[in-house]
Nanobody
Framework: QVLLVESGGGLVQPGGSLRLSCAASGFTFSSYDVSWYRQAPGKERDLVAV???????NYADSAKGRFTISRDSAQSTVYLQMNSLKPDDTAEYYC????????????WGQGTLVTVSS
């Protein structure tokens, strides 16, 4: 069974940092585009950052300069390093993986909650 398992969320003060992890279970990310999305209460789910299978990365304007998405060398885990966190970053964060070979293979994790508050 293929799964995405997220971890790393929690409560952090404004200006603080967190690192989210998205682990692949039953497969590797080598042929997948992997993204982080977030959804705040009452709002739509928005793209935060993406790491493509070809190694390129892209960020939402709200994440540029503060967040970094990366993969480990084994292609088994994708990270989202979040610095200079703001209360507006409070949301449920979701990992998404889409196969570059079979586009219908679209996986979502269960989400991890990030709360930025003093």
């Amino acid at each position: 069974q293929v799964l995405l398992v997220e971890s790393g969320g929690g409560l952090v003060q404004p200006g603080g940092s967190l690192r989210l992890s998205c682990a692949a279970s039953g497969f590797t990310f080598s042929s997948y585009d992997v993204s982080w999305y977030r959804q705040a209460p009452g709002k739509e789910r928005d793209l935060v950052a993406v790491t493509s299978a070809d190694g390129s990365t892209n960020y939402a304007d709200s994440a540029k300069g503060r967040f970094t998405i990366s993969r480990d060398s084994a292609q088994s885990t994708v990270y989202l390093q979040m610095n200079s966190l703001k209360p507006d970053d409070t949301a449920e964060y979701y990992c998404n993986a889409v196969s570059t070979i079979y586009r219908y293979l679209n996986l979502w994790g269960q989400g991890t909650l990030v709360t930025v508050s003093s």
